[in-house]
């Protein structure tokens, strides 16, 4: 992956039509993180990731792609694009199915979506929202959602989202947890089967390969809430 963040007045790479797709991405955003973990975790090979900037910076010819002017974008040869962090990630697994991260249930693969859903809406908000302002307020709130996260998994009695092996939900869900401990402590005390699950993931290659230190994060948050991001971070 390129360390380089391509922004406004940049030119669009020329598309390397031996490659399979390619994958816009931003190093530090935990959508963009999810679709390049299911690649690694399917060690998907012959493929571009191609890092943009945000907001203020994002280079013209990115509005073409994803008019939402976000990240994850997938791109084919043929100029077709598709986006959307949780589409994207179906997209892959269902494009290159020799090793499957979705349920084969299909009754068991509707649960665990309606609970990605879930995690989307209960879960994301309460963490940007404390990463943001601090307050005791707010770390009850994420304290509440991490509790039913914990909920979840335990009630699996499995060491995975996914059952006996890292699944597509666990790497939908992971990104936010590798953060949190920038601004939460996820004690195994209060949360036995979390943080087991924490200590388990860090192992996989697909978090291996896209994972960045709670330094960095740290690094990265500080421009975040200054409005002064950092891509190029050593």
Request: aromatic residues 14%; proline residues 7%.
């Amino acid at each position: 992956m390129s360390s380089k963040h391509l922004q406004t007045g940049d030119p669009k790479p020329e598309f390397d039509k031996t490659k399979k797709f390619r994958i816009y991405s931003m190093r530090y955003c935990p959508f963009a993180q999810r679709a390049r973990i299911v690649a690694a975790a399917k060690g998907l090979e012959n493929y571009d990731i191609v890092n943009i900037k945000l907001r203020d910076d994002l280079p013209e010819w990115y509005l073409a792609i994803n008019p939402a002017r976000s990240v994850p974008s997938v791109e084919f040869p043929d100029g077709r694009t598709v986006n959307e962090s949780l589409v994207v990630a179906d997209l892959l697994d269902e494009l290159y199915p020799e090793k499957q991260l979705q349920p084969k249930d299909p009754i068991e693969k509707a649960k665990q979506r309606v609970f990605v859903e879930k995690y989307g809406k209960t879960f994301i908000p309460p963490y940007y929202k404390h990463l943001r302002e601090r307050t005791e307020e707010t770390k009850a709130d994420l304290a509440k959602s991490i509790c039913e996260v914990e909920k979840y998994l335990a009630d699996k009695k499995e060491k995975y989202f996914g059952g006996n092996q890292a699944g597509m939900l666990d790497f939908m869900v992971w990104p936010w947890f590798e953060r949190l401990p920038t601004i939460y402590s996820l004690s195994a005390d209060a949360y036995p089967c979390l943080a087991n699950w924490f200590n388990l993931m860090q192992n996989e290659p697909g978090i291996k390969e896209t994972a960045f230190s709670k330094e960095k994060h740290l690094k990265f948050y500080e421009g975040y809430l200054t409005g002064k991001l950092e891509y190029e971070l050593e």
